[in-house]
């Protein structure tokens, strides 16, 4: 399947050739696989330099002389560090903007914590005119892309250095919308991103052993679908949440607010916690932190009290 | 004649017990100046495409910018006495959202520049030929965001900018940004050091600035007094951000009359 980063590059050169006010503004990341766009328009393409707050005020007034910004760059330099250029820039004067990062989470596993970024879905979830995606494939970037990149609002994908490999129905990636990707009875399981290729492989074997799994998962993070949570947890009583992404404001409190008025319902969570230490491939992090097969049969088992 | 704008600052600063008049009164000539000989306006529509656009980036100095909207009707008479209120759209820093004429929501420090260099690479990307200015504090200069932005203006040839700094003195309470002249020029900028509270010094360095597309980028350095006008607001300390009484709100009158 394609990296996210070239379905970038190249919805940038699709969308670009078409809509002459979207300007790409980058903080000296992907400036060689953005050069087909760089090239086909030289005066709506800028690495502007490393300073990431100045690039999005920046892009602030470019967003005011009527135009729409694109911004660039790795997660914790566009969310964390510019975070406040990002709330009285374009929150408060609400301006529209499409912020698009990578090295979202630990995707960046062997450079640590200055390149990990676990805050940045709760932190744009604050702002009532931002919307948060997190494509796990290159459709799902390019559909969304194209269906809000000019709706003046904040809009917010995090693109993961590693697509879930699934292959979706094009007619069900909708903005705002989850996609039920396994119908089960035994647990709902909500999840982002790439995790849901690990979803998969472990809702097959829950599937030998008598359990199975509703699988919703979430390419648009908001606005959360939470509808169809509860419509799924209402019926299986049962929701294991895995985002790679802090543990704290993100997709599991979202499930909460969307099933609180059921009764009886158990919950559990594979997130992030708090700062992750130590190096290793994304794989090796994956396993350590419980996003893997193996952890989600525990948790299942720990948490929700499932016997398989 | 700007002192019945600073007499409005007061006036306004006292009824809202909220403001800050030294830093207004450091800048209320500048500002007065741009809206009379320099920007092109129109108050019955702010936001008219052909306007220039004026970013206070020193977004605390607002009371100096409501005084000279009002002179030049943008606000009205209501805008300024509910300064602060409730009921008002202005409070004690610029607020695009509401206020008519200013162009940024500012009052953190290092915002307002790089909004004004994008505005700058936005409409030049448009080929429109309309000019940004944005005022600065010097203590302001502290800001990694201004440097950065001086950087990529110079980088762009952002020659449709013009930043003019109040150096009223504020950094060098703290963190002096001396030399500022010979910092500005090594970052690429065009820069000129003017009285800024001199007309005849405003309208030498403004008359003669080239504002086409490409082209390095200006820095007007304009030396203030913070404070200036009243002898015992003056300089640095206790009435940055002070609330006058009524018997001081005479005094200050007294002085500007």
Not at chain 2, 11 to 31: L, R, T
Request: glycine share 8%.
């Amino acid at each position: 399947m394609k990296k996210l980063r070239q379905e970038f590059a190249d919805t940038m050169l699709e969308v670009g050739r078409r809509d002459e006010k979207l300007v790409v503004m980058v903080g000296d990341i992907s400036h060689g696989i953005l050069q087909p766009y760089a090239q086909s328009y030289p005066n709506r393409y800028y690495n502007v330099g490393i300073c990431e707050p100045t690039i999005v005020s920046m892009a602030a007034g470019i967003a005011k002389s009527g135009l729409i910004p694109v911004v660039h760059t790795i997660a914790p330099f566009i969310i964390e560090r510019a975070y406040e250029q990002i709330k009285l820039d374009f929150g408060y004067q609400k301006l529209g903007v499409n912020l698009i990062s990578v090295g979202s989470a630990f995707d960046y596993s062997q450079l640590g914590c200055s390149h990990h970024c676990y805050t940045d879905i709760s932190l744009m979830s604050h702002f009532r005119n931002a919307q948060v995606f997190f494509p796990g494939s290159p459709i799902e970037l390019n559909l969304l892309f194209k269906k809000v990149y000019a709706n003046g609002h904040i809009n917010y994908f995090r693109l993961p250095e590693y697509p879930h490999d699934h292959v979706l129905d094009e007619k069900q990636i909708i903005v705002g919308q989850a996609i039920r990707i396994l119908k089960g009875e035994c647990l709902t399981i909500v999840v982002i991103g790439p995790q849901l290729k690990t979803v998969l492989q472990a809702a097959e074997i829950l599937k030998q052993r008598r359990c199975s799994a509703d699988v919703l998962y979430f390419p648009t993070i908001k606005p959360f679908d939470g509808k169809s949570v509860w419509e799924s947890v209402t019926r299986t009583k049962n929701v294991l949440v895995i985002e790679e992404a802090s543990a704290h404001d993100g997709v599991f409190n979202q499930v909460l607010r969307a099933t609180r008025d059921i009764p009886h319902v158990s919950y559990s969570q594979i997130a992030i916690d708090d700062f992750v230490h130590g190096y290793g491939s994304y794989e090796d992090l994956c396993q350590r932190l419980g996003f893997s097969v193996e952890g989600i049969i525990k948790k299942i088992k720990q948490d929700l009290k499932i016997e398989q | 004649m700007t002192n019945q704008l600073r007499k409005k600052i007061a006036q306004i600063v006292a009824q809202a017990k909220e403001g800050h008049i030294p830093s207004s009164f450091s800048i209320v000539d500048i500002i007065d100046y741009l809206y009379s000989e320099v920007l092109h306006f129109d108050a019955k529509n702010p936001k008219w495409d052909k306007r220039d656009y004026f970013v206070l980036s020193k977004g605390h100095g607002a009371a100096a910018l409501y005084v000279v909207l009002h002179k030049n009707k943008f606000l009205t008479d209501q805008d300024l006495e509910q300064y602060s209120q409730t009921a008002g759209i202005l409070g004690g820093h610029p607020d695009t959202t509401c206020v008519p004429g200013a162009e940024a929501s500012t009052g953190s420090l290092g915002h307002g520049f790089p909004m004004a260099a994008g505005l700058a690479l936005g409409l030049r990307i448009q080929n429109k030929e309309n000019r940004i200015f944005s005022l600065l504090g010097d203590g302001e200069c502290n800001e990694g965001t201004i440097w950065e932005t001086a950087l990529v203006a110079a980088r762009q040839q952002l020659g449709n900018l013009t930043a003019i700094i109040d150096l009223n003195g504020s950094a060098a309470q703290i963190l002096p940004v001396d030399p500022l002249a010979e910092k500005w020029e090594a970052f690429g900028w065009k820069v000129l050091v003017i009285d800024g509270h001199d007309r005849d010094e405003l309208n030498r360095a403004f008359g003669g600035l080239n504002y086409s597309f490409r082209g390095n980028p200006k820095v007007i350095i304009a030396k203030t007094v913070k404070g200036k006008g009243v002898s015992f607001i003056e300089g640095h300390g206790k009435w940055h951000h002070r609330i006058p009484s009524s018997d001081e709100l005479e005094q200050i009158y007294a002085e500007l009359a």
